[in-house]
């Protein structure tokens, strides 16, 4: 019986166990990685490099034998008994879902995409779900992760294995500098001009992305700011508090605004109500993690970064320190630290037949009982009031989600969160949807604040928080960096509503601001914007950024 028994454990230890050395480990699964996980990579390198050249074709064998020597050094640094092939296995994993993003939509990877990904929801999260990411996810990192499972990893005594180990990067490096300097006009033109492209190198792409957002995560003493505000002469001597609505538009495109010239009715109620649109305005970010917090930051996005915004308040503490309460109603995936300090309200917990299917809520929602959520709001002072309301506006990937069947307007729609499985039409279609029954949306708001006129002056500011990509040059969504970000994720649309009394006890010029508006603006002016609306003086605000300063009688 032994002699059957001992030939097949021999068998089962030889063929479904492998043995090699911690760098044979590191060799291999990071050449797999190369190989399996930079379809995208690779594919942006051919556009850029005529591969049917000698030349060509030489430099795209040297990038990737250099992508290949730096993840082996990047995974031999961390090669530790006992964690070495769990680690690898979620890198494995990591790298085939990354791998499938890239791919399907034509994104890039960086600190700011793992901001955003750490800071969304289930229901965000969910939106992306699909057959094709859980086949890559088993293909290209389970199954290759199963057989690291059976990998037997060998070391050394430890001084022993450290010196091994340590000679084998120092040549990789060297290996590594030597492929460099051998095309360096190539590679300088590589690293200096295409940044987008070196970002899409998987898996250094996301640990690089991963590794810089943990080194700027910890958390930090919150300063105060506007410890001075209070409401001025003007705010004080109106006939009726002022209710401000301030709308948070999600991934908006001003393009796609027909108030703003696109030859399609998307904004057909819009274009009959007394707005003064603003179609030259451009976002602090292209993703809702940096664009929400600047642009309620006092910070302009030149100096923005997530830890500074973190470490002081925005302008919603200024206005509420000023005697006014604040409340912020979300049906999207929370104010990322913007509210922290004031009422919120998540509007997505609801589930209210007329305004929620099973999946989510829509943004009427929104307006919920906001008649009685406003006579609750504590009256402070004069009773002045404001309420922003974050839509979850045109979030892709799955646009038709966001609206309606009965608001489905422009057909054929594209209904599945697989947007290179649809027609550019399709795409088009689905989102310009997004932005009608937004239009809607909005004028409905406006008809609420309309009811509201017996006891306030109404006003209410749109503004979306970023643009989108629909399909252009192969890429979808937004995220990209936002120096080479395309004009589609970064123009955004902007206007006021305000009724008669808030432009009568404001003496707003409206010629005035109809003139101004053709020129450009940004997220940097809304702080300073609301403050101005409020009729809140503080140090900290500034009137060349309040978009109405000049249009306002002294």
Known sequence: MNSLVQPLHRFRRHFFTWQMTSIRFAALWSLVMVLIDNLHFFHAVSHLFNVFTLGGALFVLCLAL???????????LVMLPYISKPLMMLLLVSAASTAYFMNAYGI?????????????????????????????????????????????IMYEKPMREIWHRLKIISIALLLAIALILSMSSQFASFFRN?????????????????????????????????????????????????????VVGETARADHFSINGYDRATTPLL??????????????????????????????????????????????????????PVLWRDNNSGCKGACDRVAYEDMRALTLPDLCNKRECFDDVLLHELDEKVGLMPAQGI????????????????????YPESAE???????????????REEVVNAFDNTIHYTDQFLVRTIQWLESQSGYYNTAMVYLSDHGESLGENGLYLHGMPYMIAPTAQKHVPFFFWFSPGFERDNHIDRQCLIA????????????????????????????????????RAR
């Open 271 to 324: 274009a009959q109500q007394p707005i003064i649109n603003y179609p030259s305005v451009t976002s602090c970010g292209t993703e809702t993690a940096i664009s929400v917090p600047c642009m309620f930051s006092q910070l302009p996005r030149k100096d923005y970064s997530d830890r500074k915004a973190k470490e002081q308040e925005s302008v919603l503490d200024v206005i509420h320190r000023a005697g006014v």
């Open 409 to 423: 307007v422009f057909t054929p729609a594209c209904h599945t969160n697989q947007l290179q499985e649809c027609s």
């Open 108 to 152: 890039v990877i960086h600190k700011l995409m793992i901001q955003n990904l750490m800071e969304t929801d289930v229901q965000e999260v969910s939106s992306l779900l699909s057959l094709e990411l859980l086949g890559y996810l088993l293909m290209l990192g389970v199954l290759p992760a199963i057989l690291v499972g059976r990998c037997h």
């Open 66 to 76: 250099l992508l290949w020597l730096l993840t082996f050094i990047v995974i031999s």
């Open 194 to 246: 295409h940044k987008d492209v070196r970002q899409m190198a998987n898996p250094l792409n996301f640990i690089y992305a991963g590794i810089a957002y943990a080194a700027e995560k910890d958390t930090q003493f919150v300063k105060p700011i506007g410890e001075d505000a209070q409401l001025n002469a003007r705010g004080l001597a109106v006939t009726k508090p002022t209710l401000l609505i301030v």
């Open 516 to 551: 101004h508006a053709s020129q450009d603006y940004s997220q940097d002016n809304l702080f300073h914007t609301l403050l101005g609306l409020m009729n809140i003086d503080t140090a900290v605000y500034e009137a060349p950024l309040d978009m109405l300063s000049e249009c």
């Open 383 to 402: 009773g002045h009031k404001v309420i922003v309301l974050h839509q979850k506006g045109s979030h892709g990937p799955d646009y038709y989600h966001r």
